[in-house]
């Protein structure tokens, strides 16, 4: 999908704000939604994905199982809140030995585990929204030995709410970051406090 464009900075795959921010993702619902509502500590749309079973409730990016992102940049941010649920994602990497690899993060996992073509490991959220920072590169070299070369798809499973997901070409500090892809909270108002 993004093979062809110039990647530099940031590319966002999923911004909960948008006309149409599942448009290249494709949905999979069962005992479950995958709804846009308004979120009360941010005050602003987000995507909730929830089920009760993180397997069956899912969106996966790109829609067309046939194709793949095809995106070089090496980190992959997603702005997530953790609803004291099981939540899982995953995500598939080419590399550089042209063998498709896959990380699942799982907060319900304690070890990580690695096998050829899958590589499990825990996640621990903190209370309310969390930048999960995943380092693809670094991940792909100490799992595998091999060098990332390019990410294949993501899947977002049940059960979070998410505000967005982009991909960059390093990690940047928060006042490094465009207005739009940091997150807002507002400010409680204090009158009632003096």
Known sequence: MF????????LSIL???????????????????????????????????????VSTTYITCPADPKKTLGIKLPFLVMIVKNLKKYFTFEVQVLDDKNVRRR?????????????????TMPMRLDDGWN??????SDFTRRAYGTNYSETLRVQIHANCRIR??????RLYAEDELPAEFKLFVPVQNQKGKQ
């Open 164 to 169: 967005r997901i982009y991909f960059s070409d």
């Open 103 to 119: 990380f699942r993060a799982s907060n319900y996992q304690s070890t990580t585990r690695v096998k050829p073509f899958i590589c």
């Open 15 to 53: 911004y909960s704000i948008g006309s149409k921010p599942l448009q290249i993702w494709d949905k999979k619902v069962r005992n479950g939604h995958i709804k846009r509502i308004t979120d009360n500590d941010i005050h602003s749309s987000v995507l909730e994905v929830e089920g009760a079973n």
């Open 131 to 136: 930048q999960i920072q995943f380092n693809l």
């Open 3 to 10: 093979k062809n464009t110039f990647q530099s900075g940031f």
